[in-house]
Each structure stands twice: as C-alpha cells, then as structure tokens.
C-alpha cells in the first residue's frame, strides 16, 4: 500500500509517494501528481521513503512525459533508493524524467537554476 | 404369498359362508324344535358358524380400513357411516317385509323370521365390527407403549369372551357380568385416547360430530330393533344376539367412544382456530426457508414475508418498503391500504407517541426504526413498524396496522421478528448464490482467456545451426503480461523476443497478445533490430492505454557471421555468458521501453548493438518476475543471484539451465505460487 502526502511552500508542491506502489494503488499516485500538474508549475516528488514501485507505477511517471514538455511544468523526482532508481533506469525512464538524489538540487532544478 | 386382493377376496368369501351355514343350521335347529328332534348338535353348530362369521367380519375390516400406512380421519368416519347406512337400510327394509306380510301366514311363519332376524344379526355384527376397527385406528392415533398393551389386553379379551357361547354359563350370572364389566371399563379408559380431534380443521370437527352422532344413532337403532324381535308375534329367536358378551362389550366400547369423542370434540371447537392458525405459521414459517429451493426470487420472499406477517398478526393492513441501493425507496408493496393513506398514516405517527422497542438481539436489530405507535387515524388506531437488515444494511421496513389499539402484544412481535430473520436469511442466501454464480462465470470466461493466451505462447520453439534454444513461461494469475516468441527468419538468422507488459492480469494480457500480433507481422519483413523496435514502437503507440508500456529485448542471431545483433527496449538486461572471456555479464545498454514516447522522439532513444559469439557462448533472457521474485524474508532474487546462478551452470545445456534455474527459483521463493509472471528463454552455442 502507498501512502502520499503533499506539501505546498511559496510555488513547490511536493508530493511524498511512501511505501509501495502496485498495480492497485498506483492509482492514487495518478490521481495526486494528476492535481498537481493541474494547479503547479513546479512539483517535486519526494521518492526518499519508495520501498517499491511496479511497472504500473512507472507507467504513472511515464503517462505524465509529454504533459509536462507541452506545459512547461518542471517535476523532479528525487530521494531515489537505489533498487527503486535501477528499475527507473532500467525501463530509460531517468532518460526523460529528472531525477536527482537531494532535495536541494531538486529545488534548485524546479527554480531553474 | 396370496396377494392382498386375493385375501380379501378369501375372507369376504368365507365370510359369507359362515353366514349361510349358521343361516341353514338355524332351519335345523328351528325344524328339530318344532318336530321334538335333537337340537343340541345344530344349536352348536349355529353358535359355531356365528363366531367364524364374526372372526370373518373383524379381518374383513382389519384388511380394508385397518392397515393403510396413513389414513384420513374424516375418510374412516365416513366409511363407517356409510357401513351403517346401507346395514340400516337393509335392516329397515327387513322390517318393512315383516310388516307388510303381518297378517299373512307366511309373516308368522319361523323360518321366515329366523330369515329376517339372522339378516339383522348379520347386519349389526359387520357395522359393529366396522366402527370397532376404525375406532381402533383413532384410540392408536399417537401410539405409546402403554397404550398398544391396552389395547391388547382388550381385543384378546373380547376374542376369548366370545367362547362363553359355547359354556352354559348364563349372560346374566354373576361371573359373565364381571368379565362384560371388565371389558366395559378398559372400554372406558381407552376412550379417553382422542388425540386425533386436536389435528382437524373447524369445519372437519363439525363434520365428524355430525358422523359420529349418526354412527351412534345407528347403533342404538340396531339396540331396540333386535331387542324386542318378533315378540309381538311370540317369536323366540334361537340366540338372542344380546346374550354374546363380546357383542355387548363391542356396543358399549362403541357408543362409549361416540359419546366421548363428540363431547371432546365440542370442547375443542373454541380453540380450533388457535390451533389452525399456529399450523399457518408454521407453514408461512417453511414457506419462507424454503423459498430459495424452489427458485423463487427476492420479490417472491418479500411477498410471502408480507403474507405471512399479516396472517399471523391478524393486521388490517400493512404495507413493506423494499430499498435499493443507497437506502433509496424502489418500491412498496401494499396489503389493502394505498400510497395516499400510508402517507396520512405517516404524517399521524409524527404527532403520536412512539414506543421504541428494546431487541433481544442487540446490533442489527435495534434499530431505531423499529416501533410501536398508537395512531389517531380513522381506522387504524396501532401500528408496528420493523425493519429487514442483511449484513447491517437495511434492505427493506414493514409496517403492519390494526384497526384496535395497542393491537401488537409482545408475543406477537416475537414471531413477527423470526419471520422476519428467516425472511432476511432468505434473501441473504439469495444474493449470495447469484454473486457465487457471477464468480463462477467470470472463472470459467478466465479459464478461456488462459487457454487463448497460452495458444499465443510458441508450442514450438524454432533454431537454427548449432543453437540450442530452451523456455518457460508461467502466469501469475489465469493470464499475464509475459510474452515470448522465436522466428526463423531463414536458414541462418533466428529472431528471438521477450516482453513484458506493465500492469498485470487481464489488461496485461490484451496488450500482451497486440504485441505478439506486433512480433509476428514485423518479423517477417526482415528488418533490423532498430527498424523493428522503431516500427513496433509506432504501432503499439496507438493502441496501449496512457499508462501502458511493454518493454522487450529483441534479438537478430546470424549463425554465418557468427554475431547477434541486439536491441533493448526498456527491458531487464540479458545475461551473458562469453566462453572466450569466460565471464558472465549484463548486456546493460541506454534504450526505451515501447509506448513511453508515442512520437518519432523515440527513435533517439533506441540503441543497437552487435556481438560476435562462439561455441559455449550463452544468453540468458528473462522478465522481472524472476529478478523480483521475493522469498520470505522479503529479500528479492536479485540480479546478483542470477548472475551466480548462471557461472555455476555454464557447462549445461540450455534445456537443464531453465529447469535449473526454475528450481532453484521455487526452493528461493519456497513456494510454487509466484506473485508476478515469470518467463525465461535461454540459447546454447553448440
């Protein structure tokens, strides 16, 4: 089971995807990084606490590439484990999607630095 | 053995020839008398043949009405009734023919008289003996030990009596009125057995007084008839039938019995109904468990709760609320009240005190629903209202009215309340069928689902020149998202693929199935290994759902060049063994797995390789369900164990490394049951 929780400060919304995400619960990973891209420019992922994250998760991240580019919203996703940043490799998701390993580069990525 | 029909037929038969016998030795009897003759062999013979005549008689009726395994009171009653008809009209008919030729010499003559008076014997010793069986039947209605050796002690003792006509020992001394006292009192104590009134309806209890009376009114009409035979002309009769105690035990037993079963009759008429009533609730009660054998419906439950609880409250009118889904009213069914005058009654209850009930059974039914008011209404003056719960959920409320106040007594409310729980178990049991007959559907279209699914999956794997090609798959659930499938694309190139689908299960399987269609058409175009990722790409792009992917490896093996040319789309990196470098490794290049970008961006993204391979050379292709196969610690197989897996078994054939590597597999996870698809395609250099 996933638990997400967010966090709004000045413009960053940041998102903590914890626990696993599935098949099932991908989901609600949809449904919080869809209202985020509807509201903010700029949003970070927080993945310090991703224990697991299945194919159906990935394809969650991946369905969101090209909305991203044509929006111009900057998303980071950061706090990778390294299991969890290998199968992101793997499928050449880190290819398309930012990814960075602290917070303070994510920040300094979403504020364009 | 004689078959019943012929035993009848044997008695009947015997019957009738006593009564002729014991009529001819009359005449002798009668024409010694009247010539001074020797009377006493005939008079033998005369009482003789009237006890083979009675024996006759008694398994006459104990064949006819005695030994049917069930029996219906009224029926019995009737037959006797019937028996006592047609003996009394004949009797009658007798007395009419004495009458008219009263003035006749034929009319004084004995032997005439004798006639008509054996007739009559005849005639009351069969309706005796008639109603004697049938009141047996109802004395041992509900038998008991006790009673049956009653009854025994009683019938012997009336068979042994009937020998006293051979003794010259007088009816009227003193031992023959002890032995007709004693049968007359085990007469009485037996006829207190009346357990039978309690199961007729009110109209059967009047019914059997107004037989029963007749039967008696027969009896006693036999009683004066015979009595006083003939003696207005100075007949004797040779044997006055009254003088035979068994006779006159069998008429005390008789009348004894008519006259208490008409008085316990009488008493019982008042609380028939109860008793009727009780028996409709009982069957109400076997409706409604019944309800799911015989195929009825919910609605049909709901229409016998309604019936049932009415008649067993006696309510004037009622009226059941049946809810659908979010507690929202679908219908109502009324029972001689409409929609107008329940919202009249409603609107009446609001300004009425209302009672809540308190519930022996705690959660589910107290409810605050459930009630009792006293209504200022026209009519109706109470009403009780109780909801139908299954699994906490309200599906349905009954409101029952009564035309009196406080019309719902404690006792009424408590069978109200188990109508109502079989009603709701009913039901229960209703849904849970139908939802185990959906499951069951939904299996069975699964099962085909595997079996096309498997039918997508190479029966038959294709090789070229000294390449030894070995593989496995196995689903999770009934159908997967993994995907394997060689193709020999001409003698010295074999095409080799393995996918899989992101997500699992059923949508995993479609896709699964789109790519195989996919391999299957570009393959045969002989394209590159970039060319078909490309082209692939491009078509699943089309048709895979947003969030869907398929990632695959795609191989081109050339066995003239001796080199493979390779392409991973986003999938595990294979492994490989190098027989020159002796060194097991990742092939770990950049590449994309398919559908992620639905546009010719993807192109940048794909990378090719080419590598020269040798004899001892093996590639080991496979899909995540291994990597990520967990044992119990929760720790994952891994790629490090894979890695070792294969250096320990480099000197295998392909065919051992995939069982090999399936067991060691099972023995990791220990268990057979795998928590996502698992596929591997192994290749041998030969």
Redo the contacts between chains.
Sequence with gaps: MVEIKNTLENDIYTIYVIGEVD?SS?IHL?ESISEATSKYKKIMVNCSELEYIS??G???F??Y??DLEKSGIKMVIYGLSD?VKHVFQ????D??LKITTSETEAKGIVNGI | MPSKKNILRLITFSGIVSWIAMLVSGYLYRFAQLHNGNTETHFFLFKLFMVFFIIAIYFFYRKNIGNQDSFNILDVLWKVFVTGLIATIVSLASSFLMEALKNHEHGRNPYFLDTIYQINIGLIITFLIATFVVWKRLILYQKTKMLIRFWNIFEYGLLASSLFIFTSISFFAGFSLTVLGLLSLLSIILSVNLKWVAYLNFKQKWKSILLIILIAVYIIYFIIILNSFGESKGFTPIYRIFNVITVNSLLIFTLAYCVFSVLVILFNLPTSSVFEQKLVEVINFQKLSQSRNVGQNEDQVFDILLDSTVSVSVANAAWLDIFGEENKLTRTLYFKTNKIEKEDILNKIKSTRIKQLQSSVPSRMSNPNRFTAELKHDIYKSIFVIPIFIQEKQIAVLSLLKDVQEGFSKEIIEIIRTFINQASISIENYRLMDEAIINERYKEELKIAKRVQDSLLPKRLETINNLEVSAFSKAAAEVGGDYFDTYKMNENQLALIVG??????TSAAFHMSQMKGIFQSLVQINLSARDFIIKANNALSSCLD????I?VTYFIIDSNKKKFEFSR?????SLYYSAKEKKVYFLED????LG???DNQFND?VDVNEMDYQQGDILLLYT?GITEAKNKKNE?FGYDRLKLFLEKHIFYSAEHIKDSLLSELYNFCGSSNLEDDVTTLIIKVN
Excluded: W
């Excluded at chain 1, 793997?90 to 998701?93: E, K, P, R, T, V």
């Excluded at chain 2, 950049?590 to 797995?593: A, F």
């Design positions: 098949a991908s949809d194919s159906a990935l394809g969650v991946m369905s590439i090209n299991k793997i499928l050449g998701l290819q398309l | 899989d689908v992101s997500g699992k299960g947003r969030t869907s992917f990632t789309a986003g999938h595990c990196p950049n590449g994309l797995g992620i970008l639905r993204y995540d994952e």
